[in-house]
C-alpha cells in the first residue's frame, strides 16, 4: 500500500511537471531547441571604445553565448521563391557564424511550417547547433497597433500593397517585442546573405555613439532624392537626398538594422518622437510621402536626429537593387550604388539575383 501511494505521488508530480513545461513551450514566442538544451539566461559584457559597456550577447546556455538575430518571414508558401530566399540567408549565417546564434522567426502559421523545414534541414546538413524561437505576427501587431497606426499614413503605399502591411512597421518596437533580457539584437530582410560572420557585424555595436540607439547602413539608390523632391527644391543646398560618395546623405536602408535595446526601452527621446504630433511635424517640414514602411522612418529619424543612428559600413549591406536606375536616374544612379568597402552581406532588394559566392 505505501508503496503504490509512493508511485501515485511521483505520477502527479510528473503530470504536474509536464503540464508546465507543455504551458511554457505554448507560449506567445514558441521555443524550438534543437539538441534539447536548456538556457539559463545571462549577459555577458564587451567594453566598448568609449565609456559606456555594451552588452554584445544574450543568452548563456551550458557556458555557451548566443547571439540574437531576428527576421520577419510571412505569407511564405512551400513553392515561394521566398522560402528559397530564406534558406540561403540562414544557411549563410550559420555556416559562416563562429558564435552560437539565437534565431526569433516572426511568422505566421503556414510560414512557420515552411521555416521549421528549411532550418531543419540545414542543421541537419551542417551539423551545428542554432536555438529557434517563433513569434506569431498577427499577435505582435495587435502589441504595436500604436506605433503602426501613426506610421502608416506617412510610409505606406497604397491600401493592400505589399509595404502597407504592419509587419513592415514591427522593427520599430522590438525593444517592446523582445524578452526583457535581450540588451541588443540584429535584423534582416530574408532576402539577404551572408559572405562574413556575423560575429564581426555585432563588433559594430562598440562603436555606437553614447546616443545611438539604432544602426544602419546607406540607402544606395536614388530613391530618397526622389521622395525629398518638393524640400530639395525649396532647399537647393541640401544635401539630403545626395549621395554618400559625395558626402549627402542618401538615407538608410532597412534590409539590415542593430538594436540597442536596452537604450531604446529607457529612452524618452524614442518614445516622444515616435507619437503622433512628432511624425507628423517631421514629415510635414520635410515635405516627406514614403511607401517603404520603417526604412522612411529612420530615414526620417536620421535627418532629424542623426545622433540617434550610427551609420554602418556598406559592405554590411550590399544593396542590388537597379530599379530606380530605369525610372529617370540612369545619369546619377553610380553615385548612390557606389560603395568601395568589402562586401560582407549581399542584399537582392527589388527581387535581384544575388552572387553565387
Known amino acids: 500500500m505505501l508503496l503504490l501511494r509512493k508511485v501515485l505521488i511521483n505520477l502527479t508530480l510528473l503530470a504536474v511537471i509536464l503540464v508546465l513545461f507543455y504551458c511554457y513551450q505554448t507560449s506567445n514566442g514558441i521555443r524550438w531547441a534543437l539538441h ?27 557556458k555557451k553565448v548566443y547571439y540574437n538575430v531576428w527576421c520577419i518571414f510571412t505569407k511564405v508558401a512551400s513553392n515561394s521563391p521566398m522560402r528559397r530566399k530564406f534558406e ?35 542543421l541537419s546538413s551542417t551539423g ?51 524578452p526583457a533580457e535581450q540588451s541588443v539584437a540584429a535584423m534582416f530582410d530574408a532576402d539577404t546573405k551572408f559572405r562574413k560572420d556575423i560575429k564581426e557585424l555585432f563588433e559594430e555595436f562598440n562603436s555606437f555613439g553614447s546616443q545611438a540607439l539604432f544602426g544602419l547602413a546607406p540607402e544606395l539608390t536614388p ?29 538608410y536602408n532597412s534590409g539590415v538594422v542593430l538594436f540597442n535595446l536596452d537604450k531604446l526601452r ?19 517640414k520635410y515635405h516627406f510621402k514614403g511607401h517603404l514602411g520603417d526604412q522612411d522612418f529612420y530615414t526620417l529619424l536620421g535627418m532629424e536626429q542623426p545622433k540617434l543612428i550610427h551609420t554602418i559600413n556598406c559592405g554590411w549591406n550590399r544593396q542590388l537593387c537597379t530599379w530606380w536606375r530605369d525610372r529617370g536616374y540612369a545619369d546619377v544612379f553610380g553615385n548612390y550604388s557606389r560603395c568601395d568597402s568589402e562586401t560582407k552581406l549581399w542584399h537582392g532588394n527589388c527581387n535581384t539575383p544575388i552572387p553565387n559566392d
Do not use: C, W
Not at 513592415?168 to 525593444?175: A, D, E, I, T, V
Open 88 to 122: 540561403i540567408f540562414a544557411e549563410s549565417l550559420l555556416r559562416l557564424s563562429s558564435v552560437h546564434i539565437a534565431f526569433h522567426v516572426i511568422t505566421d502559421d503556414d510560414s512557420k511550417n515552411v521555416a521549421e523545414n528549411v532550418l531543419e534541414n540545414i
Open 128 to 178: 551545428k547547433f542554432m536555438n529557434v524561437q517563433y513569434y506569431d505576427v498577427h499577435e505582435l501587431a495587435l502589441q504595436l497597433q500604436d506605433i503602426v497606426s501613426v506610421m502608416s499614413p506617412h510610409f505606406s503605399s497604397k491600401p493592400g500593397t505589399y509595404y502597407s502591411d504592419a509587419l513592415f512597421f514591427l522593427s520599430l518596437g522590438l525593444h517592446r517585442i523582445a
Open 266 to 284: 529607457n529612452s524618452t527621446v524614442y518614445e516622444r518622437i515616435v507619437k503622433k504630433e512628432s511624425v507628423d511635424a517631421m514629415t510635414e
Open 223 to 251: 530613391v530618397y532624392r526622389h521622395v525629398l523632391y518638393l524640400y530639395r527644391n525649396k532647399q537647393p543646398n541640401t544635401l539630403f537626398g545626395e549621395p554618400a560618395s559625395s558626402g549627402g546623405y542618401p538615407g
Open 36 to 62: 534539447g538544451e536548456q538556457e539559463n539566461v545571462s549577459t555577458i559584457e564587451s567594453k566598448g571604445s568609449n565609456e559606456d559597456t555594451i552588452s554584445t550577447t544574450l543568452f548563456l546556455s551550458n
